[in-house]
């Protein structure tokens, strides 16, 4: 599976030689990428309205001047953007611990210096795909949501009633409303929701609620 053509590979690093030569490698694989010179200026990028609307990953060293990668990777946790912004650690060998204690809080992987072309390249793929994968959930949600706000207080009775498989009649008799009321919301709240039976809507909550 190829990265979406819009992806983007974010590379922090201060050394020059560094971001120059990873932004050649991602070029010969017809992957794009944006370098940052330090994580202040990434965080600042961030700051003047960045949204993640593309597949993107970041690669980015642990030790810089002033604000360190770790620091700047609980700000990306802290809002939200580690997930769906996949973190590779660029690291040198007495950092791998370090690195791995991030990878248990949410790093997508390491790459220790100097790193193997091929290895990295599979896995800012990889990245990219998880992060393809996260937004396409989001964005899922968000529709989701939004047909949910299209229903009104009694539809959304009926609707939660529907999903636990109750028939019209149990739903009416809870209610205290006609069947044929029921029936009419029921039908209102599949056309809204844009499914065709009780299974359907409740997988359609189940995975709005998981994602």
Not at 70 to 96: K, N, S
Not at 110 to 121: I, Q, R, T
């Amino acid at each position: 599976m190829q990265p979406a053509p819009n992806a983007t590979v974010f590379i922090v690093d201060d050394d020059a030689s560094v971001r120059e030569a990873l932004a050649w490698l991602l070029r010969s694989r017809h992957l794009l990428s944006e370098n940052f010179p330090s994580a202040e200026a990434f965080a600042a990028m961030l700051q003047g309205g960045y949204t993640t609307r593309h597949p993107s990953c970041l690669l980015l060293d642990v030790r810089m001047p002033g604000m360190s990668g770790l620091a700047l990777f609980e700000q990306l946790r802290e809002r939200g953007l580690a997930e769906a912004m996949p973190v590779i650690f660029l690291t040198g060998h007495a950092d791998v611990p370090t690195a791995v204690d991030m990878v248990k809080r949410g790093a997508f992987d390491f790459c220790e210096k100097p790193f193997s072309d091929n290895a990295l390249v599979d896995r800012i793929e990889q990245a990219l795909e998880r992060s393809a994968a996260v937004l396409a959930a989001w964005r899922e949600r968000e529709r989701i949501e939004d047909r949910l706000g299209e229903l009104t207080d009694r539809e959304r009775d009926v609707m939660r009633l529907v999903a636990r498989g109750m028939p019209n009649k149990l739903i009416a008799d809870q209610l205290a409303i006609s069947v044929r009321t029921v029936e009419v919301h029921r039908a209102r709240v599949f056309d809204k929701m844009e499914v065709k039976s009780a299974v359907e809507l409740a997988n359609l909550l189940r995975s709005g609620d998981d994602k």
